[in-house]
């Protein structure tokens, strides 16, 4: 083991077991004990005076767990679908969406970018068929967001668009093997 690991190794254990967290005000946290929720944290707040977003646990019982919840926007997965006039359709969304419930979110899902796209490809696949080609590029946007909204209450995620970057007509591939 070389200096620096030794030195790496040294620095991860002491912020493991340092039993303060500091909630920036752009974040949510949430303080575990005995693999339960006891407490919201946020920046505002906090049991010393003057020093406020720090927030203490106890190491090895329990730990404290700090989110982002500034916007993001993401890709969800291209896809091909069939509208309702037999069209073969590539979709693919722009989804921007933010972490607006810690609890809910830390007892709902685990990684929010995999369930949400999943959220994404299910509704498109409800949405599309039901189009025919002539309306996908207007209808798709406002359609999509409430197929998605609905698929994801009680997750503790917001959405607040959705957005086609790829809405074309196309030929399905046969592979040969």
Not at 73 to 87: K, M
Not at 99 to 116: A, F, G, K, P, V
Request: glycine content about 8%; proline content about 5%.
């Amino acid at each position: 083991m070389t200096l620096g690991e030794f030195l790496a190794k040294a620095l991860q254990w002491i912020y493991e077991f340092w039993p303060l967290r500091v909630v920036n005000e752009w974040e949510q946290g949430v303080r575990v004990h005995a693999g339960k929720i006891v407490a919201e944290l946020k920046a505002d707040d906090g049991p010393i005076p003057g020093l406020r977003g720090l927030h203490w646990f106890v190491p090895l019982v329990g730990e404290i767990i700090v989110e982002s919840c500034n916007w993001e926007t993401g890709q969800s997965w291209l896809q091909t679908l069939e509208s309702s006039d037999r069209a073969t359709v590539s979709v693919q969304f722009s989804v921007t969406f933010r972490i607006w419930n810690l609890r809910m979110y830390y007892q709902s899902i685990h990684d929010h970018e995999q369930t949400l796209y999943g959220a994404v490809r299910s509704a498109a696949g409800e949405v599309v068929p039901v189009l025919p080609w002539e309306e996908l590029g207007l209808k798709l946007p406002e359609l999509m967001l409430a197929a998605v909204k609905k698929r994801i209450r009680g997750w503790g995620l917001e959405v607040s668009e959705i957005v086609p970057v790829v809405l074309v007509r196309s030929k399905a591939l046969r592979l040969v093997q």
